[in-house]
């Protein structure tokens, strides 16, 4: 089995990587996957050296006595940091732990695991189930899909866009925000104790909807969801659309806001081009209200000017300007 010591910056290249493990201490971690040829390449390090293994397409990064369970031993000051970032195919499956650094996953498409201490955690364009864990790093990540499963005591949770299939999201205090698609049938259950959670989804998702804060507001942009008060707690509750999936908000003080997404507008039609008739004019396209636009509103033949009056535009009546007179569109 191929195995580094690595105590100073360098750069390791790799026939194949099929499984990815990364446990570090503090600095950063960026797991980028390409198309290129697999590599880790470490900008810099400082304290107790990186043991790098290659064992059968799995690759290896961590130090000599960290273990994937034993993260929370490290919590003491510690002095070891490295800057490192890793290249791997799309679909391999990635397992990230780290305490104090930062952690970047991006475009793998299988199963993603990231576990942090307090370092921040950010996440793009993820294909996969996706779990990912903090104390206290807050979570940030975008352009999700398939199955996702987040769980802090007190970092915050954000997520935008992507089409889940299912996201289970648990904190103590961490606030949760999502802005999501979801599929059909989609899951959304968020549990909190003292955090807000806000959700927005599409003008018209289909599911059962049931908020509800045992001291906190609960607000939605939905008419359909009921209230239904009790000295107790607060809660909404309803179907929306054909109610195949199912969103479950639970919070003891938190408050809970379900938001809808503005529908896009359609877009503008737009005029076919002119076409000139036989006298040399322009004949207007079939919106006539874009060809009025189009040619400022100038009616031929002395009909009126911009304030519809006969003559108008200075001319006199049966006289037309150069610029009426040219047939095109300005």
Request: hydrophobic share 35%; charged share 20%.
């Amino acid at each position: 089995m191929p195995q580094w010591t690595v105590d100073a910056p360098t750069r390791l290249a790799f026939d194949d990587v099929t499984a990815l493990r990364v446990r570090t201490i503090a600095g950063s971690v960026a797991v980028l996957a390409t198309s290129e040829t697999p590599a880790l390449d470490i900008t810099s390090i400082s304290g107790r050296p990186l043991v790098v293994s290659h064992d059968h397409g799995v690759l290896t990064i961590s130090y000599e006595d960290l273990t994937w369970d034993g993260l929370l031993e490290w919590l003491r000051p510690q002095n070891h940091s490295a800057e490192l970032t890793v290249i791997v195919p799309r679909d391999c499956p990635a397992q990230v732990g780290v305490v104090a650094a930062t952690a970047v996953v991006s475009g793998v498409a299988a199963r993603t695991s990231v576990r942090s201490v307090s370092g921040a955690i950010t996440l793009d364009g993820l294909g996969g189930r996706v779990d990912a864990r903090t104390v206290s790093g807050d979570v940030e990540a975008q352009d999700l899909s398939g199955q996702i499963s987040f769980n802090s005591v007190s970092g915050d949770l954000t997520l935008a866009g992507g089409s889940l299939d299912r996201l289970d999201a648990k904190t103590v205090s961490g606030s949760v925000t999502a802005d999501v698609h979801l599929g059909r049938p989609g899951q959304v259950r968020v549990a909190t104790v003292s955090s807000d959670v806000a959700l927005r989804l599409p003008a018209e998702p289909d599911a059962r909807v049931s908020l509800r804060s045992t001291s906190g507001r609960v607000l939605s942009e939905f008419d359909r969801l009921r209230p239904t008060d009790t000295p107790a707690s607060h809660s909404l509750n309803g179907t929306l659309g054909d109610g195949s999936g199912q969103i479950t908000v639970t919070t003891l003080s938190g408050r809970v806001t379900l938001l809808k997404r503005a529908e896009q507008p359609d877009a503008p039609k737009r005029s076919e081009p002119a076409k000139p008739a036989a006298d040399g004019r322009a004949e207007p396209p079939a919106d006539a209200d874009a060809w009025a636009v189009a040619t400022d509103a100038v009616p031929a033949d002395g009909a009126g000017g911009a304030g519809g009056a006969p003559g108008g535009g200075g001319g006199a009546p049966g006289e037309r300007s150069d610029e009426q007179t040219k047939g095109e569109t300005r």
